[in-house]
């Protein structure tokens, strides 16, 4: 009988020591092998499937609740631990960021983009030829660079490049230097530049080409009922001959049909083409250019023709491949949900531009499109009947494939997540 009495607590033990060992094993570890950190929102349960004999307990019930042995209730924005224990013991932990609760309704519509430069932006420089036949540009030669910004012109800020050009002719027919501040990255300097008569035209120039503003069309991403806060386009609008983003001085977002779509094959990407019906007619102001998207306010909330009630979104970490759909528009007004397949998810800690690699698989959009093209950028991406990422890129080789960003990494640019921080068509360069 004490034989018996000793070896019960040792096969007690014994056994605690295989579960331990079983829990290293390839059988075992998928459940746990955790993130170091794990992000919800509040409001949308999360489960992790675990084993018999084992279960989850939260340091902080108040943030985030279990239920059951291994299903997560976020109740609240902010940070707890989440243990998964054997018994008393815990055996793994999960580091858990509970982010406000937040539903938007996806866009899928077309939209036209109108950006105003911060500034006016330098594009290139302008030779004029004087008298003994030499090239001169004399904003090159005071140092003004391509992908500088002119913010002032003698103290006074600009407006738009047509005020820039009535300056520089004031300044040279009353035979004056003028001084000139520009934005160059992050710095900010003064030059002083001389006028000179261009005598292809008989007025006054500093040898630059300027732009103050950029044109396109893309598709809106989300909006939140509450606030108006949308993002759109996926990807930053970056300046066609410097190929560098615009630092956005305002801007607008314009009501967009699609008249019709230029196919993309392999090798060479198709696009949308749109007019914009209501011209003077805004239905958002922009105030940013970032590189995930441009974001801002609309005017009113839409009625969106395929949701009644907002979705929830998908933290980055719970997108994963397989199938999911686009709303887009390619032809009029009218909002579709295409097919597609997410292929490869990339594993990010940090907001990066390139988040996972999609296929289009719905038949109707491969006849009509080729795939992704140009203005299908911001198209949002639906994944569990929630708002998981935006389409950003096509691939050139392929057109059926591209890129696409989580909507976790477009919320972050917004207020909306509070505790975190297409090609366009430019106007046309004039010479000042």
Same mark, same amino acid.
């Given at each position: 009988? @004490?034989?018996?009495?000793?070896?019960?607590?040792?096969?007690?033990?014994?056994?605690?020591?295989?579960? $331990?060992?079983?829990? @290293?094993?390839?059988?075992?570890?998928?459940?746990?092998?955790?993130?170091?950190?794990?992000? $919800?929102?509040?409001?949308?349960?999360? #489960?992790?499937?675990?084993?018999?004999?084992?279960?989850?307990? #939260?340091?902080?019930?108040?943030?985030?609740?279990?239920?059951?042995?291994?299903?997560?209730?976020?109740?609240?924005?902010?940070?707890?631990?989440?243990?998964?224990?054997?018994?008393?013991?815990?055996?793994?932990?999960?580091?858990?960021?509970?982010?406000?609760?937040?539903?938007?309704?996806?866009?899928?519509?077309?939209?036209?983009?109108?950006?105003? +430069?911060?500034?006016?932006?330098?594009?290139?420089?302008?030779?004029?030829?004087?008298?003994?036949?030499?090239?001169? =540009?004399?904003?090159?030669?005071?140092?003004?660079?391509?992908?500088?910004?002119?913010?002032?012109?003698?103290?006074?800020?600009?407006?738009?490049?047509?005020? %820039?050009?009535?300056?520089?002719?004031?300044?040279?027919?009353?035979?004056?230097?003028?001084?000139?501040?520009?934005?160059?990255?992050?710095?900010?300097?003064?030059?002083?530049?001389?006028?000179? $008569?261009?005598?292809?035209?008989?007025?006054?120039?500093?040898?630059?080409?300027?732009? &103050?503003?950029?044109?396109?069309?893309?598709?809106?991403?989300?909006? &939140?009922?509450?606030?108006?806060?949308?993002?759109?386009? *996926?990807?930053?609008? #970056?300046?066609?001959? +410097?190929?560098? /983003?615009?630092?956005?001085? *305002?801007?607008?977002?314009? /009501?967009?049909?699609? =008249?019709?779509?230029?196919?993309?094959?392999?090798?060479?990407?198709?696009?949308?083409?749109?007019?914009?019906?209501?011209?003077?007619?805004?239905?958002?102001?922009?105030?940013?250019? +970032?590189?995930?998207?441009?974001? *801002?306010?609309?005017?009113?909330?839409?009625?969106?023709?395929?949701?009644?009630?907002? %979705?929830?979104?998908?933290?980055? !970490?719970?997108?994963?491949?397989?199938?999911?759909?686009?709303?887009?528009?390619?032809?009029?007004?009218?909002?579709?949900?295409?097919?597609?397949?997410?292929?490869?998810?990339?594993? @990010?800690?940090?907001?990066?531009?390139? =988040?996972?690699?999609?296929?289009?698989?719905? /038949?109707?959009?491969?006849?009509?499109?080729?795939?992704?093209?140009? *203005?299908? #950028?911001?198209?949002?991406?639906?994944?569990? !009947?929630?708002?998981?990422?935006?389409?950003?890129?096509?691939?050139?080789?392929?057109?059926?494939?591209?890129?696409?960003?989580?909507?976790?990494?477009?919320?972050?640019?917004? !207020?909306?997540?509070?505790?975190?921080?297409?090609?366009?068509?430019?106007?046309?360069?004039?010479?000042?």
């Amino acid at each position: 009988m @004490q034989r018996d009495g000793r070896w019960r607590p040792n096969r007690v033990l014994v056994g605690v020591f295989v579960l $331990l060992i079983l829990v @290293q094993t390839p059988l075992f570890a998928p459940y746990f092998t955790l993130a170091p950190e794990k992000r $919800l929102f509040a409001g949308t349960p999360f #489960s992790l499937p675990l084993p018999p004999l084992f279960r989850l307990a #939260s340091s902080d019930p108040s943030v985030i609740d279990v239920f059951g042995d291994a299903a997560l209730e976020p109740r609240a924005a902010g940070k707890a631990t989440v243990d998964v224990r054997l018994g008393a013991l815990p055996v793994a932990r999960m580091n858990v960021r509970v982010f406000p609760e937040l539903r938007v309704y996806p866009g899928g519509q077309s939209i036209g983009v109108k950006l105003k +430069t911060d500034g006016v932006l330098v594009v290139g420089y302008k030779k004029i030829v004087t008298a003994d036949g030499r090239g001169v =540009s004399p904003a090159e030669d005071a140092a003004i660079r391509v992908g500088d910004r002119i913010k002032k012109v003698d103290g006074k800020p600009l407006k738009d490049a047509g005020e %820039l050009g009535h300056l520089i002719e004031a300044a040279g027919r009353a035979g004056r230097p003028m001084t000139v501040e520009l934005a160059r990255g992050e710095d900010v300097l003064t030059v002083t530049v001389r006028p000179l $008569l261009d005598p292809e035209d008989n007025s006054y120039k500093l040898g630059l080409f300027v732009r &103050d503003s950029a044109a396109g069309v893309g598709t809106l991403t989300f909006y &939140d009922p509450n606030t108006r806060i949308y993002g759109a386009l *996926g990807h930053v609008i #970056s300046d066609l001959d +410097t190929r560098r /983003p615009i630092a956005a001085g *305002g801007g607008v977002i314009l /009501p967009s049909t699609v =008249s019709d779509v230029d196919r993309g094959w392999p090798g060479r990407p198709g696009a949308i083409r749109a007019i914009f019906p209501e011209e003077g007619k805004k239905i958002g102001d922009i105030e940013k250019n +970032t590189p995930f998207g441009i974001f *801002g306010r609309l005017t009113a909330v839409p009625t969106h023709p395929l949701f009644r009630d907002p %979705l929830p979104v998908a933290p980055a !970490d719970e997108v994963h491949p397989g199938p999911a759909k686009i709303l887009t528009v390619v032809e009029g007004d009218r909002i579709e949900a295409y097919d597609i397949e997410i292929e490869s998810v990339f594993r @990010q800690d940090a907001p990066s531009t390139k =988040s996972m690699i999609i296929r289009v698989t719905d /038949p109707r959009l491969l006849e009509k499109t080729g795939g992704i093209v140009q *203005g299908m #950028s911001g198209s949002p991406i639906l994944q569990d !009947d929630r708002l998981a990422g935006a389409v950003t890129h096509v691939f050139v080789s392929d057109s059926a494939r591209g890129y696409g960003v989580f909507i976790e990494w477009m919320l972050r640019m917004t !207020d909306l997540i509070p505790e975190v921080e297409t090609a366009p068509e430019e106007s046309p360069a004039r010479a000042a």
